[in-house]
């Protein structure tokens, strides 16, 4: 309705400053305001031509609203009949990794035991059929910083850096780094020279943005 007072406004405005007309019938007298029209006569063609457009326009927006609406319920409706008769299932199958891979939580990751920039670390990866390592929660963090703090000891890539815009850090996979990451202490901080995180042994092994150019371990992961 709200909408319908603001469009006889519009059309208000169209007739402002048009005469009264002052229309004597037989039996009837007819008045012409800028809003109403009494009997046959009209104050503005044009105006009321214009609000019929706007009117249908909005008939159209709402039949279409109306149309989203219920297919949104249909979705809603289909997911909840299937999640009440157990159709959506989860991925029991056992993980199975390939050699010099650990598995974790239904992912296996390869620590190397050679060094290389990071963006060759990163092809390395792709060649086995997976990614530099991705780090979403805080076991996995845990589990790759616990591996690394007890036998190489060393820096080591994961998959993630800045390269693309600086400032924004983006995981190998395409994801973008969501939340405040895993971070030591003042990290990242080395604006456009460093754009590629690895962990970090002096900073507790958490992580560090460095030169992308320079040769660390990595970590490669494979999805199950």
């Given at each position: ?23 004597r ?9 800028p ?12 105006g ?9 326009e ?13 297919q ?17 299932t ?96 003042g990290?990242?901080?080395?604006g ?5 995180a ?27």
């Amino acid at each position: 309705m709200s909408l319908i007072y603001m469009l006889l406004v519009l059309f208000a405005v169209e007739c402002k400053g048009q005469p009264t007309l002052d229309y004597r019938g037989p039996d009837e007298k007819c008045v012409c305001s800028p809003v109403v029209n009494v009997g046959t006569q009209t104050c503005n063609s044009d105006g009321i031509s214009r609000l019929s457009r706007l009117l249908a326009e909005q008939r159209n927006i709402t039949e279409n609203l109306k149309k989203r609406v219920a297919q949104l319920e249909e979705s809603i409706s289909n997911t909840s009949s299937n999640m009440s008769d157990g159709h959506i299932t989860t991925n029991t199958e056992p993980v199975s990794c390939p050699a010099d891979y650990q598995k974790f939580n239904r992912t296996c990751y390869r620590f190397s035991t050679d060094k290389k920039p990071y963006s060759e670390a990163r092809d390395t990866c792709h060649g086995e059929g997976g990614i530099l390592a991705t780090v979403k929660d805080e076991d996995t963090h845990n589990f790759l910083a616990n591996h690394v703090s007890s036998t190489t000891h060393r820096n080591t890539w994961i998959g993630l850096s800045d390269l693309a815009t600086e400032g924004l850090w983006v995981w190998d996979d395409g994801t973008l780094l969501l939340g405040q990451g895993i971070w030591g202490t003042g990290e990242p901080n080395g604006g456009r020279g460093e754009n590629c995180a690895h962990i970090f042994p002096s900073k507790n092994y958490r992580w560090n943005d460095g030169p992308c150019s320079r040769s660390y371990n990595y970590i490669c992961e494979i999805r199950g």
